[in-house]
């Protein structure tokens, strides 16, 4: 693989060559969630899990509305080895961040970066913050932690 083609391992292939995602809204054996929930609503979570597991940086992407209001839209994890990037979420690995986006209409090549802010939080930070908070945490934190274990190879480098 020449280093300039962009890397995608777990879901990736599988929702490329699928005319559906629908796959990713069963219920994954022993969790009461999807993988669907852990792209939206539960990211903050599987990113922080990740992170707690891999090490990787976790990313909160934001759109802001035209008075610069910022608007939560989903955290995912990074890491850069021998200065290559790669882009972590439920989907799994890619180094790809434009594709990792794009399911959430944030286009960062595409003249859009006006209204997107990516900004870096550390594992301590994230523990500390509301993006952990509410009803259910610890059972979306265990969910979290299973899903990942079970397809470990979705998200280690």
Not at 61 to 73: H, M, S
Request: glycine share 6%; charged share 25%.
């Amino acid at each position: 693989m020449k280093c300039n083609e962009n890397i995608y391992r777990g879901y990736w292939p599988q929702i490329f060559n699928s005319d559906s995602t629908d796959f990713m809204m069963d219920e994954y054996e022993s969790t009461d969630m999807s993988a669907y929930d852990f792209l939206h609503g539960s990211c903050a979570f599987f990113a922080y899990a990740l992170a707690k597991k891999f090490g990787y940086d976790i990313i909160l992407a934001y759109t802001l509305n035209p008075e610069y209001i910022k608007n939560f839209t989903h955290a995912y994890c990074h890491t850069t080895i021998d200065g290559r990037e790669y882009y972590f979420d439920i989907r799994g690995i890619t180094t790809d961040e434009d594709m990792l986006l794009e399911e959430f209409e944030i286009f960062l090549t595409h003249g859009g970066d006006d209204w997107v802010s990516l900004e870096p939080i550390t594992c301590e930070e994230m523990e500390f913050s509301k993006f952990l908070d509410g009803y259910g945490k610890e059972n979306i934190l265990e969910n979290a932690e299973k899903f990942i274990e079970a397809n470990i190879d979705y998200y280690r480098l």
